[in-house]
Protein backbone atom coordinates (compact mmCIF):
# COMPACT_ATOMS: atom_id res chain seq x y z
CA UNK A 1 0.00 0.00 0.00
CA UNK A 2 1.28 3.67 -1.10
CA UNK A 3 0.36 4.83 2.56
CA UNK A 4 -1.71 8.21 3.23
CA UNK A 5 -0.71 10.43 0.34
CA UNK A 6 -1.45 14.20 0.71
CA UNK A 7 -1.25 17.15 -1.85
CA UNK A 8 0.32 19.56 -2.57
CA UNK A 9 3.35 19.15 -0.68
CA UNK A 10 4.16 22.72 -0.09
CA UNK A 11 1.63 25.67 -0.70
CA UNK A 12 2.62 29.37 -1.50
CA UNK A 13 -0.77 31.96 -1.74
CA UNK A 14 -1.76 35.65 -1.10
CA UNK A 15 -4.00 36.15 2.11
CA UNK A 16 -7.49 36.10 0.89
CA UNK A 17 -7.57 33.30 -1.38
CA UNK A 18 -9.11 29.78 -1.10
CA UNK A 19 -6.60 26.55 -0.16
CA UNK A 20 -7.38 23.49 -0.87
CA UNK A 21 -5.34 20.65 1.04
CA UNK A 22 -6.23 16.95 -0.17
CA UNK A 23 -5.88 13.64 1.14
CA UNK A 24 -6.79 9.88 0.16
CA UNK A 25 -6.43 7.82 3.18
CA UNK A 26 -4.91 3.83 3.56
CA UNK A 27 -7.81 1.77 1.17
CA UNK A 28 -9.76 0.12 4.10
CA UNK A 29 -9.52 2.32 6.61
CA UNK A 30 -12.97 3.84 8.37
CA UNK A 31 -10.85 6.91 10.15
CA UNK A 32 -9.94 10.06 8.50
CA UNK A 33 -8.37 12.67 10.26
CA UNK A 34 -6.95 16.34 9.73
CA UNK A 35 -4.30 17.85 12.42
CA UNK A 36 -2.28 21.03 11.84
CA UNK A 37 1.13 21.21 13.86
CA UNK A 38 2.24 24.44 15.23
CA UNK A 39 5.07 25.53 17.72
CA UNK A 40 2.65 26.07 20.52
CA UNK A 41 0.37 23.47 20.00
CA UNK A 42 2.07 20.74 18.32
CA UNK A 43 -0.33 18.75 16.90
CA UNK A 44 -3.64 19.37 16.72
CA UNK A 45 -6.92 17.97 15.85
CA UNK A 46 -9.09 19.62 13.77
CA UNK A 47 -11.60 17.52 12.34
CA UNK A 48 -12.37 13.52 12.09
CA UNK A 49 -14.34 11.07 9.99
CA UNK A 50 -15.84 8.03 10.32
CA UNK A 51 -16.78 5.81 7.35
CA UNK A 52 -16.73 9.23 5.55
CA UNK A 53 -19.00 10.91 8.08
CA UNK A 54 -18.00 13.87 10.06
CA UNK A 55 -17.87 13.12 14.38
CA UNK A 56 -15.87 15.44 15.31
CA UNK A 57 -15.48 19.54 14.13
CA UNK A 58 -14.76 20.93 17.01
CA UNK A 59 -10.74 21.37 16.38
CA UNK A 60 -11.96 23.79 13.01
CA UNK A 61 -10.48 27.07 14.18
CA UNK A 62 -13.20 29.05 12.27
CA UNK A 63 -15.67 28.94 9.77
CA UNK A 64 -13.34 30.01 7.30
CA UNK A 65 -12.16 25.79 7.35
CA UNK A 66 -14.26 23.39 5.78
CA UNK A 67 -13.70 19.64 5.48
CA UNK A 68 -15.30 17.22 3.46
CA UNK A 69 -15.17 13.27 2.91
CA UNK A 70 -17.00 12.78 -0.79
CA UNK A 71 -15.98 8.85 -0.68
CA UNK A 72 -13.93 6.84 1.57
CA UNK A 73 -10.84 7.32 -0.88
CA UNK A 74 -10.74 10.78 -0.88
CA UNK A 75 -11.02 14.32 1.64
CA UNK A 76 -10.48 18.37 1.36
CA UNK A 77 -9.61 20.61 3.68
CA UNK A 78 -10.36 24.17 2.23
CA UNK A 79 -9.50 27.33 3.93
CA UNK A 80 -11.45 30.20 2.81
CA UNK A 81 -10.42 33.08 3.23
CA UNK A 82 -6.80 32.31 3.75
CA UNK A 83 -4.83 33.58 6.34
CA UNK A 84 -1.24 34.61 7.09
CA UNK A 85 -1.98 32.71 11.09
CA UNK A 86 -2.91 29.85 8.72
CA UNK A 87 0.43 28.95 8.06
CA UNK A 88 1.55 25.71 9.11
CA UNK A 89 1.94 22.29 8.19
CA UNK A 90 -1.20 20.09 7.74
CA UNK A 91 -1.56 16.78 8.05
CA UNK A 92 -3.69 14.11 7.17
CA UNK A 93 -3.79 10.68 9.01
CA UNK A 94 -6.16 7.45 8.38
CA UNK A 95 -6.91 4.78 10.86
CA UNK A 96 -8.33 0.87 10.42
CA UNK A 97 -11.11 0.87 13.03
CA UNK A 98 -11.99 1.94 16.53
CA UNK A 99 -10.18 0.61 19.43
CA UNK A 100 -6.27 -0.28 20.28
CA UNK A 101 -5.14 0.77 16.69
CA UNK A 102 -2.38 3.55 15.63
CA UNK A 103 -3.36 5.97 12.81
CA UNK A 104 -1.19 6.20 9.82
CA UNK A 105 -0.49 9.81 8.78
CA UNK A 106 0.53 11.31 5.36
CA UNK A 107 3.89 13.15 4.50
CA UNK A 108 2.13 16.39 5.14
CA UNK A 109 1.38 20.16 3.33
CA UNK A 110 2.79 23.02 4.57
CA UNK A 111 1.09 25.75 4.07
CA UNK A 112 2.40 29.51 3.48
CA UNK A 113 -0.27 32.33 3.38
CA UNK A 114 1.86 35.32 2.61
CA UNK B 1 -6.52 22.99 26.68
CA UNK B 2 -3.89 20.14 26.42
CA UNK B 3 -5.15 16.92 27.55
CA UNK B 4 -2.13 15.89 26.51
CA UNK B 5 1.35 17.21 28.09
CA UNK B 6 5.40 16.90 26.95
CA UNK B 7 7.20 19.49 29.07
CA UNK B 8 10.29 18.52 27.84
CA UNK B 9 10.68 20.90 24.19
CA UNK B 10 14.06 19.51 24.38
CA UNK B 11 16.60 16.53 24.74
CA UNK B 12 20.35 15.84 24.72
CA UNK B 13 21.51 12.72 24.86
CA UNK B 14 25.13 11.15 23.81
CA UNK B 15 25.13 8.05 21.89
CA UNK B 16 24.94 4.45 23.69
CA UNK B 17 23.22 6.04 26.53
CA UNK B 18 19.94 6.27 27.66
CA UNK B 19 16.75 8.46 25.96
CA UNK B 20 14.17 9.00 28.34
CA UNK B 21 11.01 10.99 27.06
CA UNK B 22 7.91 12.26 29.13
CA UNK B 23 4.70 13.02 28.86
CA UNK B 24 1.63 13.77 31.32
CA UNK B 25 -2.07 13.64 30.61
CA UNK B 26 -4.80 14.57 32.24
CA UNK B 27 -7.69 12.87 31.22
CA UNK B 28 -8.31 9.69 33.84
CA UNK B 29 -10.60 8.15 30.76
CA UNK B 30 -7.80 7.60 28.24
CA UNK B 31 -6.93 4.04 27.90
CA UNK B 32 -4.20 3.57 24.96
CA UNK B 33 -1.22 5.52 24.57
CA UNK B 34 1.04 5.80 21.34
CA UNK B 35 4.75 7.35 20.66
CA UNK B 36 5.13 8.71 17.59
CA UNK B 37 8.54 9.71 15.50
CA UNK B 38 8.80 12.39 13.63
CA UNK B 39 11.75 13.61 10.91
CA UNK B 40 12.01 16.84 9.49
CA UNK B 41 9.82 17.60 6.17
CA UNK B 42 7.84 13.56 7.30
CA UNK B 43 4.87 12.77 8.42
CA UNK B 44 5.02 11.38 12.17
CA UNK B 45 5.66 7.42 12.33
CA UNK B 46 4.25 5.08 14.53
CA UNK B 47 6.66 4.06 17.37
CA UNK B 48 5.69 2.31 20.38
CA UNK B 49 2.34 1.92 22.22
CA UNK B 50 0.51 0.71 25.90
CA UNK B 51 -2.99 -0.20 26.79
CA UNK B 52 -4.41 0.80 29.84
CA UNK B 53 -4.38 -2.55 31.32
CA UNK B 54 -0.43 -2.86 31.10
CA UNK B 55 2.04 -0.83 33.06
CA UNK B 56 5.04 -1.37 30.67
CA UNK B 57 5.44 -2.53 26.47
CA UNK B 58 9.01 -3.38 25.20
CA UNK B 59 9.83 -3.24 22.06
CA UNK B 60 13.46 -3.46 20.87
CA UNK B 61 15.37 -0.88 22.10
CA UNK B 62 11.89 1.31 22.82
CA UNK B 63 10.33 0.52 25.54
CA UNK B 64 6.94 2.49 27.18
CA UNK B 65 6.57 2.67 30.81
CA UNK B 66 2.68 3.65 32.51
CA UNK B 67 2.04 5.21 35.55
CA UNK B 68 -1.80 5.36 35.57
CA UNK B 69 -2.05 6.99 39.29
CA UNK B 70 0.71 9.58 38.33
CA UNK B 71 -1.15 10.21 34.80
CA UNK B 72 2.46 9.67 33.33
CA UNK B 73 3.66 7.87 30.56
CA UNK B 74 7.55 8.04 29.27
CA UNK B 75 9.44 6.42 26.60
CA UNK B 76 13.15 4.44 26.93
CA UNK B 77 15.29 4.29 24.45
CA UNK B 78 18.44 2.47 25.22
CA UNK B 79 20.91 2.32 23.53
CA UNK B 80 20.40 5.53 22.22
CA UNK B 81 21.84 6.03 18.68
CA UNK B 82 22.78 9.42 16.32
CA UNK B 83 19.56 8.00 13.71
CA UNK B 84 16.97 8.27 16.82
CA UNK B 85 17.30 12.08 16.52
CA UNK B 86 14.07 13.42 15.77
CA UNK B 87 10.89 14.65 17.57
CA UNK B 88 8.86 12.33 19.49
CA UNK B 89 4.89 13.29 20.06
CA UNK B 90 3.30 11.19 22.48
CA UNK B 91 -0.45 10.58 21.94
CA UNK B 92 -3.71 9.46 23.85
CA UNK B 93 -7.05 8.05 22.81
CA UNK B 94 -9.88 7.36 25.22
CA UNK B 95 -12.65 4.38 23.62
CA UNK B 96 -11.01 4.14 20.28
CA UNK B 97 -11.77 7.88 19.55
CA UNK B 98 -9.47 10.30 18.07
CA UNK B 99 -5.88 10.77 19.34
CA UNK B 100 -4.73 13.66 21.21
CA UNK B 101 -0.94 15.00 20.62
CA UNK B 102 1.16 16.80 23.30
CA UNK B 103 3.75 19.20 21.59
CA UNK B 104 6.64 17.06 20.75
CA UNK B 105 9.95 16.43 22.55
CA UNK B 106 12.99 17.18 19.93
CA UNK B 107 15.60 14.25 20.65
CA UNK B 108 19.05 14.90 19.69
CA UNK B 109 21.57 11.72 20.11
CA UNK B 110 24.95 13.18 20.00
CA UNK B 111 27.80 10.29 18.22
Known amino acids: DAGVIQSPRHEVTEMGQEVTLRCKPI?????LFWYRQTMMRGLELLIY????????DSGMPEDRFSAKMPNASFSTLKIQPSEPRDSAVYFC????????????FGQGTRLTVV | DQQVKQNSPSLSVQEGRISILNCDYT??????FLWYKKYPAEGPTFLIS?????DKNEDGRFTVFLNKSAKHLSLHIVPSQPGDSAVYFC??????????FGTGTSLTVIP
Open chain 1, 27 to 31: SGHDY
Open chain 2, 91 to 100: AASALGNQFY
Open chain 2, 50 to 54: ISSIK
Open chain 2, 27 to 32: NSMFDY
Open chain 1, 93 to 104: ASRRRQGNTEAF
Open chain 1, 49 to 56: FNNNVPID
